[in-house]
């Protein structure tokens, strides 16, 4: 039992994803700079285990580029580690720069767990009546990245069985190759941007009293979510107003104490889709175990 949380109503699953990803940017704490990148990968692999794993190597990269790069064009700290030709390299640069990139990391985690959950169609239910054109071209676009890169692939592999793919051959066939999956490409795109525009015509598209349907209904178990989320939000915010979370890296590293109230609501906020996961199994192994 997979992915439970994007069961939820689409409104549900935006206002999560835009909270802990809000709250994630201004968070430089470490600790919980760490529970929202835990949550995160955690989730990202309940999702899709292989693509978060591939994932995580360019992210480990990023980071360790965070944490280079930072001292040595940051010379603000007390602790120096070691002097450059250029400037000092302090300790609490390079800590400033992990922590960045350990930021940067859960923002793009949180992400890539967005753009599995919140698919076109929830997207345009969300945004239809706010900003129909917009959230219309937005939902093509998204549709489109992908299903012309299966297109392409399609093309590349008819070229390679007739020997004309743009690894065959010398550098102008290769070129002549490349530019002609080029044509084909832009060739399809026309004609599936005609069949798109006339399908949408047909359907009434843009027409006055335009009834709509959708699937997605607002019920009890979405209230509770609702509630739940929304109060774990506020004491966030309230904790983080009160500064009680805040950090000082300059010219010394300072931190309020950590608040156990805080943590656990953080923690509640960031893991939620994951509880709803374990839920789910736990229950189904128990249902299992009747049978």
Known sequence: MKNVFSTYHPIINFCFFGSVIGISIFLKHPIFVLIT???????????????????????LLMILL??????LVNARGKTILFYTAYSKVTLEAAIYGCISGFVMAAVLLWFYCYNKVITSDKFLFLFCKIIPSTSMVFSIVMRFIPHFHRQIQKISYAQKCIGQEVSNGKKIEKINHGMKILSIMLTWALENAIDCADSMRARGYGSKNRSTFSIYRFDTRDIFAAVFLVGLTIVVLSKILMGKCSIAFYPTIVMHELDIVLCIAYMGLCYFPVILELRELIVWKFLQSKI
């Open 37 to 59: 990148v835990t949550a995160a990968f955690v989730y990202a692999m309940i999702l899709d285990k292989k693509a978060t794993i591939r994932f995580s190597f360019s992210i």
């Open 66 to 71: 965070f944490t280079v790069i930072n001292p």
